[in-house]
């Protein structure tokens, strides 16, 4: 079980912001950035959105996942890319881990991550995104880098 202290308040509310001003029903947002409109409702609610999701709300948006989590005041990055590259999480987790003198065993044993997953992202594999976030958090590292979108 993974710690599910974090706050990511920040997430429903800078979407709720955001998704008001665009003037489009839920249904035609979720049309425009292809999502089940069901799950649009869900993300304005509160609930946390699968990776590729938010990717795709932040890519409509133009903004940074960061922002939209409220690990950054910046709206944006100015070399900000679409989309995902998973293959950069594994490195750039590792980099956090030796900048704060910490080791994935450690993480595991204060429930940050599973002690068995980080094989699985050697090879390209990602965590779910509420673990990207608590890795965010706890590490003081940005998702769009570990994501590839900086």
């Known amino acids: 079980m993974i710690k599910q202290t974090i706050s990511i308040k920040n997430f429903p509310d800078n979407f709720t912001d955001l998704f008001l001003n665009t003037n489009l029903t839920k249904h035609q947002f979720a049309k425009e950035v292809d999502i089940d409109h069901f799950q649009i409702t869900c993300y304005l609610q509160g609930t946390i959105p699968i990776t590729k999701s938010v990717v795709k709300i932040c890519d409509y948006f133009n903004c940074s ?86």
């Open 65 to 150: 996942i960061d922002y939209m989590l409220g690990l950054s005041d910046n709206f944006s990055y100015p070399n900000i890319q679409k989309g995902f590259k998973k293959e950069c999480f594994f490195p750039e987790y590792q980099r956090l881990l030796k900048a704060n003198n910490k080791t994935h065993y450690l993480l595991s044993k204060e429930k940050i991550v599973t002690a068995t997953k980080q094989s699985l992202w050697k090879k390209g594999g990602l965590p779910k995104f509420e673990v990207i976030i608590a890795i965010a958090y706890e590490l003081g590292g940005s998702i769009d880098k570990m994501l590839g979108r900086i």
